[in-house]
């Protein structure tokens, strides 16, 4: 395997500077990096029960309780009763919370849009496909290393 290839290979340097960038996010919004990326999730697929969002993040019903408590207190999300059933429940984030999140993305889309300027759209094909399979390297890696 060439140098090149080898050190396109390793995430580690990437996801390290990723980690930093996400901690700063969450910190400028009160917030620990596990209540952000909560957030994060619920701003990406919606509403959903505490159950589920516990299994998205890979974490127990009651870690995931303290965080829902922690994140509404905050002001960043709510509960909703589900229809006619008053013990379902359902997550949601509240209104104006991803503009907060957006407003913070922004150093980090402007600094992107210059940098990949000069690539032609044959390279933003193959930088996107390489995002798209390291995202799935590294949730196979991750469920890898919870079911050991």
Request: proline share 1%.
């Amino acid at each position: 395997m060439s140098t090149l290839k080898r050190q396109s290979l390793d995430f580690r340097e990437f996801a390290f500077e990723l980690i930093r960038h996400q901690q700063a996010i969450a910190e400028k919004l009160g917030l620990n990096l596990t209540d952000f990326k909560a957030l994060g999730l619920l701003h990406r697929l919606g509403d959903m029960t505490p159950k589920r969002l516990a299994e998205a993040m890979g974490m127990s019903a009651a870690a995931m309780t303290t965080i829902i408590d922690r994140l509404e207190k905050a002001r960043y999300i709510e509960r909703k009763r589900g229809g006619g059933d008053r013990r379902s429940v359902n997550v949601h984030a509240l209104e104006g919370s991803e503009k907060k999140v957006e407003r913070l993305y922004k150093s980090l889309r402007d600094l992107t849009e210059t940098a990949v300027a000069s690539f032609s759209e044959r390279d933003l094909k193959v930088i996107a496909n390489y995002v798209s399979t390291a995202t799935k390297t590294f949730r196979e890696a991750t469920a890898k290393l919870q079911s050991s």
